[in-house]
C-alpha cells in the first residue's frame, strides 16, 4: 500500500536551518507529483510546495519562496524540503502527499513531522 | 491567490442527524474542489475529489454538491466515527488553499 515517511523535524533556532525527508514506498515514486503541507498545531492547512514527478518544475507558496526548496531523488524514492532562514511562526507539523496523476489532487499523506523554531 | 471560505468553524449534531458544511471561493472553480477529513493527531484523508466523486472506501453517507463559487458537503447520517475537522481546498490554481476547516462533534 502506499506509504509516505517523513523525518528529519525537530526543535530549531530561528535564523538555522533543516531539512525534512518524506520516504515513499507501495508506489511508482518516479512517476507522482509530491506536494509539502504544513499545519499549525490546532490550525488550519497550509500549501507550501509541489515538485513534478521528474523533478523539473516546482512552485512554492509566497511565504516561503525563496527560503524553502523542494526536491526530490527518485533513485531513493524520497522527496525533501530544505527549509533556510527559519522563523518562529514556521513552527508547524510538515506532511508530504502524493498528488494523483491528473490533477492537484493530494490523495495520499505522511504522519507528518513537527518542527519547533524557538531559541 | 484564491480564498476558500468555510462555515460553519464548528458544529456539534446528534448521532443519525444531516449535517452540512458550506465552503465559498472567492472565484469561480468550476469543479476543482476536494474534501478532507482529519482526526485528531491524524493526517488529512481524501473524502471527496472534483467536487462530487467519492474517493474509493468512503462511506455513501458523504456526498458534496455546488460548483463554481459555492460548495456544499453532507453527511447524511452522523457516525460516532465522523467526528474530526474537514477541510475543503480548491485546486484550480497554484497556490492551493483550503477552508479554515469545520470541527465536528456529537452533542
Known amino acids: 500500500q502506499v506509504l509516505l515517511v517523513e523525518s528529519g523535524g525537530g526543535v530549531v533556532q530561528p535564523g538555522r536551518s533543516l531539512r525534512l525527508s518524506c520516504a515513499a514506498s507501495?508506489?511508482?515514486?518516479?512517476?507522482?507529483?509530491m506536494h509539502w503541507v504544513r499545519q499549525v498545531p490546532g490550525k488550519g492547512l497550509e500549501w507550501l510546495a509541489v515538485i513534478a514527478y521528474d523533478g523539473v518544475n516546482k512552485y512554492y507558496a509566497d511565504s516561503v519562496k525563496g527560503r524553502f526548496t523542494i526536491s526530490r531523488d527518485n533513485s531513493k524514492n524520497t522527496l525533501y524540503l530544505q527549509m533556510n532562514s527559519l522563523r518562529v511562526e514556521d513552527t508547524a507539523v510538515y506532511y508530504c502527499a502524493r498528488q494523483t496523476l491528473p490533477a492537484a489532487i493530494m490523495d495520499h499523506w505522511g504522519q507528518g513531522t513537527l518542527v519547533t523554531v524557538s531559541s | 491567490d484564491i480564498q476558500m471560505t468555510q462555515s460553519p468553524s464548528s458544529l456539534s449534531a446528534s448521532v443519525g442527524d444531516r449535517v452540512t458544511i458550506t465552503c465559498r471561493a472567492s472565484?469561480?472553480?468550476?469543479?476543482?474542489l476536494n474534501w478532507y477529513q482529519q482526526k485528531p493527531g491524524k493526517a488529512p484523508k481524501l473524502l471527496i475529489y472534483n467536487a462530487s466523486d467519492l474517493e474509493t472506501g468512503v462511506p455513501s453517507r458523504f456526498s458534496e454538491g455546488g460548483s463554481g463559487t459555492e460548495f456544499s458537503f453532507t453527511i447524511s447520517s452522523l457516525q460516532p466515527e465522523d467526528i474530526a475537522t474537514y477541510f475543503c481546498q480548491q485546486y484550480a490554481d497554484l497556490p492551493l488553499t483550503f477552508g479554515g476547516g469545520t470541527k465536528v462533534d456529537i452533542k
Open positions: 507501495g508506489f511508482t515514486f518516479n512517476t507522482y507529483a
Open positions: 472565484q469561480d472553480i468550476t469543479n476543482y
